[in-house]
């Protein structure tokens, strides 16, 4: 079936080309200029509509960012729909994605399957972690759903850390889409702030239970001056056993990501990328003396992209209390 799929996909996407080109145009306005206007993150959007794709196309059940992704006042699935239209024929002919969306393994995932390789391992720590743990904690939420999927169901007391403006605008979409959340805390933060937690203790958290911290999709956006302070400002405001489960990039991700369409999409909503890695050479090397370097021991940890010629773009990694 394979090989039907893609003799009728190719024509079928030739046909359909201009089509996608709106989808695209209009996902990428809402997204950008949308994003602009509204003073919310355009990359944030990018995440919700790449866990939406793994979603609708089998790779990876998430009813909850399937639903939040729809009520965005930045986002159009209409859009997506659009734009991905020969891709899921495609897939309902053959039974799995034939092209896009993909979920390779490991060291052969490129930067087009990020967001489908980074969620497997996240969701895979998570659940190792959260079932030791009696506290959640995700910094810089942004739009992420895991506080309203499965994590519902382990009585876990969870917090949600993030800038006023986006936190306020996710919060009205959470509403709109009917998602549970009366068991998550709200609270307002600012990383760059070295007082954030404060806000945090000012919270039901308690330092002395054990907890997860969830840092998914962040540290490329922060100072190497902040990421260092908010693991210094966590280690002395958990308890021992907790643990960080963090994301952390390659410098070819960052300088790749500066060049191009990219770095165009990233200023015109005024984001910019700044810490990471050099995973050119040895990264678990270069991983293990970050993570000792701040205190912590390193767990479970898994790179991405590592058969490259210039290393892994990526890790996904537990810092252990």
Known sequence: MTLIAWLIYIPLQFMWIAFSVI?????????????????????????????????????????ASAKLAGKLPNNSLTGLRIALFPLWIAKQIAGAPILYPQLPEDEKSGIANMVFSRSRRFDGLLEEYVARSEQLVVLGAGLDTRAYGPLVTKNLKV????????????????????????????????????????????????????????????????SEADVLKTLETIKGNAAAGSAVILDVYGNRMLDMARKGVFAKTLDATGEALNFGLDF?????????AFVTSQGFDLGPYYFLGSSHKKGPYMVVATLEI
């Open 280 to 288: 050119s050479s040895d990264p678990e090397s270069v991983l293990s």
């Open 23 to 63: 989808g695209v145009l209009w996902v990428a306005h809402k997204q950008i200029v949308r994003s602009k206007a509204l003073g919310l993150s355009q990359t944030a959007v990018e995440i919700i509509n790449g866990r939406w794709t793994g979603h609708v196309f089998g790779l990876r059940k998430d009813p």
């Open 159 to 222: 917090f949600e850390l993030d800038m006023p403006t986006p936190q306020r605008a996710k919060r009205k979409a959470v509403k709109r889409a009917r998602l549970d959340a009366a068991h998550v805390h709200y609270v307002e933060a600012d990383f760059a702030d070295p007082n954030w937690i404060n806000a945090l203790s000012a919270s039901p958290y308690d330092p002395q239970k054990k907890t997860v911290f969830l840092w998914e999709g962040v540290t490329l956006y922060l």
